[in-house]
């Protein structure tokens, strides 16, 4: 994987009493955004499903890629809170 090194977004959700943030890297030449959960942060809300997921030793858990030339921020990190519903971390 290479990204684009002037593009990548910080995403959050502090809801619930749930503090997740994760980073999305573009990927270079393409429409295409990985999104990874640091693996730095407390994941003790996630750690019964992070052995589903690549680790890199770089940038945390690839927990989903997102198909968009540009990412916003209201729109990762509202893919970020149905990743965590769909895992049933809230």
């Known amino acids: 994987m290479k990204f684009d090194p ?5 995403l959050g959700y502090y809801e619930n009493n749930v503090d997740v943030e994760a ?3 573009k ?3 393409t429409n295409q ?8 942060q407390d994941t003790t809300v996630v750690k019964r499903i992070l052995d589903q997921y690549d680790l890199h030793e770089k940038y945390g858990y ?5 198909e968009t030339d540009e990412l ?11 990743w965590l519903k769909a895992n049933n971390i809230i």
Request: glycine share 2%; net charge negative; hydrophobic share 45%.
């Open 6 to 10: 002037n593009q990548h977004l910080h």
């Open 23 to 25: 980073v999305a890297y």
């Open 27 to 29: 990927l270079e030449h």
């Open 33 to 40: 955004w990985v999104v990874f959960l640091d693996h730095e």
């Open 62 to 66: 690839k927990i989903f890629t997102v």
């Open 72 to 82: 916003s921020y209201d729109v990762g990190s509202k893919l970020l809170e149905e």
